[in-house]
């Protein structure tokens, strides 16, 4: 194969770029994911009082800025060595699993289903939320936009706006919620409890009872063994907003508990020639290159990998999805990137579980949702399960709380290896020697990383409202052979 | 019949952020009750789900064509970004499609939709400012949306031709 080197400057263009190279025989011999990078973040919240940043680091991304708020929130309280009350850590906690809703929902209806439910092959201009509404009926499609918009009330009123929230502060919330609001949610999170249970219905109606799709899921292609992460509670369940990080290993053993202040004795990171973005990986492994399996340190986070790394659901009606998926997939752990999508609903069913749980309770309209700070600020780390994965806030401030340093982990940071992997492993499978290559079959390899739903914090909100994905196929000289633009 | 101004974009990113400046700018210079102006960062389904109240919408955001010089305005029709409407974003869909979706619904839609689109230079750091070319096209741009919005429904100036 011809020496790779991607002049930087193609790097730059705002695209997410995916490039696969043939070697001399005409198969392809590697491919790469290139995701472009923003810059001075870091720079621009130095010096700024810590208390800002919940509300600054919603302007990352347009994507899930109410996970950036919590996890900064987190980290805040933590460089301020303050607990917040129980009722603030429950308003939060509610605050986040509609959070999970809005954006799991549009996720598998937008962006999953449409290839499952018309084929992952099918004309790209019905492959879509329209082509899928078309086929499943335009109830559903209402049922869609009314849940979601459910989900973003309840955030609207906890958060003070319905994106960018602004509720989360040092030591708890900015403002209590009241009785009218209460009631509000429960009934809201009863109609989302429904509507989870609908979703898995036509998830199992549409995708599991089709034996093709089954197998697509299941098959070689789309199969990664790799090790996985993911936050859980005192009873190794399932949590998004709270508890400590738990490894499992490739055959389903957990590795190691480890609390969020202590990632940077588990993750270090790996540098490559051609991308800017760093590549996390297991500490105590090590970097062994892209490869699979219990001696390379490549892990996962997403909603798989959360529940790959748990015990199980803490509600009953997604612990029985829970049982159910693994029972269909043969076991934990599953390895299946395309059981992403699977996995993300029995979690829409739990988040929906727990905001009615988190609604009916007692204390959820305490007035005190606040404790003062008085401890001299230094260094603290926030996490929070950010809908595709362990995201890591860490700050450090001098004593006046003026922030010297902001290390951030994201999802996609995570996953930015083992994304790289299942796209190789899916062009390798599905493009052949001498054989055309149809904008299905590039749709199959981008399947494999839509399932990430990577999060490029990038022109997400430029017109044309997307982020454009570029691929390209090129020879063994490197010449372009073939391209999708989206 | 209800308006809404909406600046769309990041306004700690650089020249992202332009969008947000034009509508902070006209919030000084209009006071209407029959026009909301809003700033925003969203996209897709959550763009549909607050379009569908008004009888009219003017967006406002930063576009890369890459043909342009920075700075240069741009007058859009939904129409005209009907080429990207496959659903290929890791996150969402894109406006197209959104509205699209939301006449497949029979949501109540704007009955026109405006878009003034401003060619940006930098959308990738972190910064307050905008480059000096998009600044300084920041007040032609809030002057021709105020014209905008003196003229009746259906009968705004032509659309930017294509390139």
């Known amino acids: ?486 | 019949m209800k308006t809404l101004v909406l600046g769309l974009g990041n306004p700690i990113l650089c020249d992202d952020g332009v969008g947000c400046r034009i509508a902070a700018a006209l919030q000084q210079k209009i006071d209407n009750p029959d026009i909301d102006i809003r700033e925003e960062s969203l996209a897709g389904l959550d763009l549909l789900e607050l379009l569908s109240v008004y009888d009219r919408a003017i967006i406002i955001d930063a576009i890369q064509t890459g043909k342009g010089r920075p700075g240069r305005l741009y007058r859009l029709g939904p129409e005209a970004l009907a080429q990207t409407r496959h659903a290929a974003s890791p996150h969402d869909v894109n406006l197209a499609t959104a509205l699209e979706l939301g006449e497949q619904l029979k949501l109540k839609l704007p009955r026109e939709i405006i878009i003034f689109a401003i060619e940006v230079e930098d959308v990738t750091t972190f910064r307050e400012e905008c480059t000096p070319a998009v600044l300084k096209a920041i007040p032609k741009c809030v002057e021709v949306v105020i014209s905008e919005l003196q003229k009746p429904l259906y009968q705004s100036l032509p659309l930017t031709k294509g390139d």
């Open chain 1, 1 to 486: 194969m011809a020496k790779i080197s991607i002049d930087p400057i193609t790097r730059l263009e705002g695209h997410g770029k995916i490039e696969i190279f043939l070697n001399d025989a005409g198969e392809v011999q590697n491919s790469y994911l290139q995701i472009p990078e923003l810059r001075g973040f870091e720079k621009f919240c130095e010096g700024r009082p810590v208390e800002e940043l919940p509300r600054i680091v919603t302007r990352l991304c347009g994507v899930c800025p109410e996970a950036h708020h919590m996890a900064s929130a987190k980290a805040a309280d933590a460089v301020y060595h303050v607990d917040p009350p129980p009722a603030a850590k429950k308003l939060r906690e509610l605050f986040y699993c509609a959070h999970m809703c809005h954006s799991h929902i549009a996720h598998f209806y937008a962006l999953a289903a449409p290839d499952f439910v018309l084929g992952p092959m099918s004309d790209p201009a019905q492959r879509n939320i329209l082509g899928l509404v078309a086929k499943v009926g335009l109830q559903i499609g209402g049922e869609v936009i009314k849940h979601r918009a459910y989900a973003q009330q309840i955030q609207a009123v906890i958060g003070g706006k319905a994106t960018h929230p602004v509720c989360a502060i040092p030591g708890g919330m900015s403002k209590a919620i009241t009785e009218d609001d209460r009631k509000d949610f429960e009934e809201k999170a009863k109609s989302l409890v429904e509507f989870s249970k609908f979703s898995l219905k036509l998830f199992n109606d549409l995708v599991l009872s089709n034996k093709e799709y089954l197998a697509l899921i299941t098959g070689d292609i789309y199969t990664m063994k790799s090790y996985y992460m993911g936050l859980v509670d005192a009873k190794n369940k399932v949590n998004f907003y709270d508890g400590i990080l738990r490894l499992v290993d490739p055959d389903g053993k957990e590795v190691v508990k480890f609390k969020p202040e202590q990632y940077l004795d588990y993750i270090a990171e790996h540098v490559e020639p051609w991308t800017y973005l760093k590549f996390p990986f297991l500490k105590k492994v090590g970097w062994k290159g892209f490869t699979e399996g219990k001696d390379s340190g490549v892990y996962r986070v997403s909603p798989l990998a959360r529940l790959n790394a748990a015990d199980g659901m803490a509600t009953p009606l997604a612990q029985e999805e829970y049982d159910k998926m693994y029972k269909t997939l043969g076991g934990k752990p599953v390895h299946a990137t395309l059981a992403f999508h699977w996995a993300r609903l029995v979690e829409l069913f739990y988040a929906a579980e727990r905001l009615l749980e988190l609604a009916r309770d007692k204390e959820i309209t305490s007035p005190n949702v606040r404790t003062i700070p008085t401890a001299t600020p230094d260094e603290g780390v926030g996490v929070v399960e950010a809908p595709r994965g362990v995201l890591i806030h860490h700050y450090k401030t001098d004593s006046k709380g003026l922030v010297t340093m902001v290390n951030m982990i994201v999802a996609t940071a995570h996953n930015y290896p083992a994304m790289n992997m299942s796209i190789n492993k899916a062009a390798k499978g599905l493009i052949k020697k001498g054989q055309p290559v149809p904008e299905g079959l590039l749709n199959m390899v981008e399947m494999a990383f839509r399932a990430y739903d990577p999060c490029m914090a990038c022109a997400t909100h430029n017109l044309p409202g997307q982020m454009p994905l570029e691929v390209n196929i090129r020879d063994s000289r490197g010449e372009i052979l073939q391209t999708l633009k989206r």
